[in-house]
């Protein structure tokens, strides 16, 4: 089953501020996507579209660092914004697609999430694509900026004025997520990946291992129950093909390689909500990659070059049933 089958409606939420990164303009991502024809993408996916508008704040005051955390108390107010614009749509049924915005915004987006799984008593898969680990902590981070910290708030290790947004803490355990694409992480915070034990699949496993396998194990496991949580940082992808991001690193997945992940992904028919971020028009080069991004969305509904069987029919994911124990971890970086 199809994602668009599975979901009729999504509902799209912008969250317009760069707040909680290092550079300036990711605020301007929502608007971006909209021009590069997302509404439209998603309806010819067989989707129906609810456009929810923009979730408002406070402007990014551009402070340096107090406290460790750069702008701490705009950021914690732009994500209580948004857990509950995404809280609402999912209670309504809907699957929510926010558009950042810096991903400091998956803060509020994930705890969200997680609030709804545990109200809806459902095991929750976070798929985390990415250049960076986002495993930093004021004590770790060498510039303070919160979007490089959402996967370490999301687990607990954070301000309160974050850890705490969605009532539960931590919002989600480490075993929960599986970070694909990684290749630029802080010595400090390689060793809490290691110490916490998150699961990795960095760009050398993927050059040795291939796309195909890092998806497998990043995918593998899953009850048929599962809500899976795609949160895509546009910076995931080569900075040759997606030039439009505040913090490139070179050596990123290629086009055919994530089109690969998001095949993968819509394969499980078990995607429930997505994190759009990093985007920023101001470093792109005539809206190309917000156009990429686009085509790789309609790949995550379902698009591919021919129709594909189910997941339960393919090799690509296993899905468990109950019974069976969880794979081991693998912490790659």
């Known amino acids: 089953m199809s994602a668009a089958a599975a979901w009729p409606t999504a509902s799209l939420i912008g969250a317009p501020t760069d707040v909680g990164a290092s550079h300036r303009g990711s605020s301007m991502g929502p608007e971006a996507l909209r021009v590069a024809g997302l509404h439209s993408a998603l309806t010819g996916c067989g989707l129906q579209v609810l456009d929810c508008g923009n979730v408002s704040g406070p402007p990014n005051p551009g402070l340096p660092a107090l406290g460790g955390y750069r702008n701490l108390e705009e950021v914690a107010a732009w994500n209580r914004e948004v857990h509950d614009a995404v809280h609402k749509e999912l209670r309504a049924g809907r699957l929510p697609i926010l558009l950042g915005g810096d991903h400091s915004l998956s803060i509020g987006s994930v705890s969200a999430v997680a609030r709804h799984c545990r109200e809806a008593h459902r095991p929750l898969r976070v798929i985390w694509l990415d250049a960076h680990a986002d495993f930093n902590t004021r004590e770790l981070s060498p510039s303070g900026s919160l979007h490089g910290m959402p996967v370490a708030c999301l687990c607990g290790f954070g301000p309160r004025e974050l850890v705490q947004i969605g009532g539960v803490t931590p919002a989600i355990r480490p075993q929960w997520s599986r970070e694909v694409g990684i290749r630029r992480v802080d010595p400090g915070e390689r060793r809490f990946v290691h110490e916490q034990q998150l699961t990795v699949f960095d760009m050398r496993y993927v050059d040795e291992m291939?796309?195909?396998?890092?998806m497998e194990l990043a995918l593998e496991d899953l009850h048929p129950d599962t809500h899976v949580h795609v949160s895509f940082d546009v910076d995931f992808l080569d900075p040759?093909?997606?030039p439009g991001v505040g913090t490139t690193v070179a050596g990123g997945m290629s086009y055919r390689e994530a089109q690969l992940c998001m095949e993968m992904i819509a394969d499980t028919g078990l995607m429930g909500s997505l994190d759009i971020t990093e985007l920023n028009p101001a470093l792109d080069v005539r809206n190309k990659t917000a156009a990429l991004a686009v085509d790789l969305v309609e790949?995550?509904?379902g698009k591919s070059t021919l129709m594909r069987q189910p997941a339960s029919a393919t090799s690509a994911v296993r899905l468990r049933d109950g019974s069976g124990a969880a794979r081991?971890?693998?912490?790659?970086?």
């Open 299 to 301: 790949s995550l509904f």
């Open 328 to 333: 081991g971890r693998l912490g790659l970086v």
């Open 210 to 214: 291939g796309v195909r396998r890092a």
């Open 240 to 242: 040759e093909i997606a």
